[in-house]
């Protein structure tokens, strides 16, 4: 089960740091991504860390704004949102799947339920 947090509301140019919290297995083999969907858009890819070894990608409109990274010892991935822009705006997912990096949703076959980022004045 895979469940994300820290989403809001959040003035253009602000921060957020949303979490993924993983229960009922290790995430040691697995590659863990973000993905985020707005208002009438599809899913689209954002980044993805590999587990073991902690290899990142980002999608490139979002590099040198956001952020992934993992904690371990809390079975718990992370994403750094800073710079926040309008366009921004999505309902965030954090998905895995196996071993391999895939930069599209359907490779993904777990997912969590979303949390709401609204970038607004």
């Known amino acids: 089960q895979l469940v994300e947090s820290g989403g809001g509301l959040v003035q253009p140019g602000g921060s957020l740091s949303l979490s993924c919290a993983a229960s009922g297995r290790t995430l040691s083999s697995y590659v863990m991504g973000w993905f985020r969907q707005g208002p009438g858009k599809e899913r689209e890819f954002v980044a993805a860390i590999k587990w073991s070894g902690g290899s990142t990608y980002s999608a490139d409109s979002v590099k040198g704004r956001f952020t992934i990274s993992r904690d371990n010892a809390k079975n718990t991935v992370y994403l750094q949102v800073n710079s926040l822009k309008p366009e921004d705006t999505a309902v965030y997912y954090c998905?895995?799947?196996?071993?391999?990096?895939?930069?599209?949703?359907?490779?993904?076959?777990?997912w969590g339920q979303g949390t709401q980022v609204t970038v607004s004045s």
């Open positions: 998905a895995a799947r196996g071993t391999r990096v895939a930069v599209t949703a359907d490779k993904y076959p777990y």
